[in-house]
């Protein structure tokens, strides 16, 4: 299906459409969107176009997809007047900046998460996790599990102003969310992969025994090395 249109420019219209339905009410918390095929029927759009979009809204916070159930209308973020626009991060430009900050709020977050989180929050804090490997060995969604396991982090804080600015973001805070995986990666999938899972499960070891510099450590190597991984995907370079 060809509208004559930039794909980009028709996912962004579907983006506004949908998010401006959600926001009006017209689309509540809890209900399902129409399936695919009916949403390209509306909107006179591709399935490519559709599916990114939905990507875009599940990233904004706006949306939820359950695998094999269906994408579900989420409670929309408060409004505020924090400057970052989930929509605009789209450059690796966009996210390196991203990954900056991320650096400087997450390794505290996982400081305190060390010194106050409750047990439920370390098992759900491990449910994450093993969803992320069960959604990398079955070729499943690997973005949503990893962005709740940081927010689970930044929950556990017991500082609502790190969960509230993580919400904000969503999942536009993982790099592979806006950015090509297989360019981000400078191993093989499997290999980028395994070295993400050993990354996650160094800081949730630090957070399960209490202890905060380690988790900082941790966090903190996690988050350069996934920056500078995706400095090198931006250089053109391969190691």
């Known amino acids: 299906m060809s509208t004559g249109k930039p794909r980009g420019n ?5 983006v506004a459409g ?3 339905r959600i926001r009006g009410r ?8 129409p399936t695919e095929a009916k949403i390209m029927e509306e909107w006179g759009v ?6 990114e979009a939905l990507s875009k809204l599940q990233a904004a916070g706006l949306v939820e997809t359950r695998h094999g159930i269906g994408t579900f209308v989420l409670e929309p973020p408060a ?3 924090f400057r970052i626009d989930p929509h605009e991060i789209e450059t690796a430009v966009d996210v390196l900046a991203i990954l900056e900050l991320r650096i400087s709020l997450e390794t505290e977050s996982a400081g305190l998460a060390a010194q106050r989180r409750t047990a439920k929050q370390l098992a759900e804090m491990r449910r ?17 599990p990893d962005f709740r396991f940081h927010h689970l982090i930044a929950i556990a804080t017991g500082n609502r102003y790190f969960a509230d600015i993580m919400s904000h973001l969503g999942a536009t805070l993982i790099p592979r969310a806006r950015i090509n995986s297989s360019r981000i990666a400078s191993e093989d999938w499997s290999q980028y ?4 899972s050993r990354e996650h499960e160094e800081i949730y070891d630090a957070i399960e025994r209490r202890d905060p510099e380690s988790a900082r450590a ?11 991984r995706l400095r090198r995907a931006q250089e053109g370079m391969v190691v």
């Open 10 to 14: 028709l996912a962004s219209a579907l």
């Open 18 to 20: 949908i998010g401006a």
């Open 26 to 33: 017209k689309l509540k918390p809890g209900h399902k969107l």
């Open 46 to 51: 591709s399935r490519t176009v559709v599916r």
């Open 79 to 81: 409004q505020s007047g």
């Open 128 to 144: 994450a996790l093993n969803e992320l490997v069960r959604g990398d060995t079955q070729g499943k969604d690997t973005v949503g």
């Open 193 to 196: 992969h395994r070295r993400l």
């Open 218 to 228: 941790a966090m903190r190597l996690h988050l350069t090395n996934s920056r500078e």
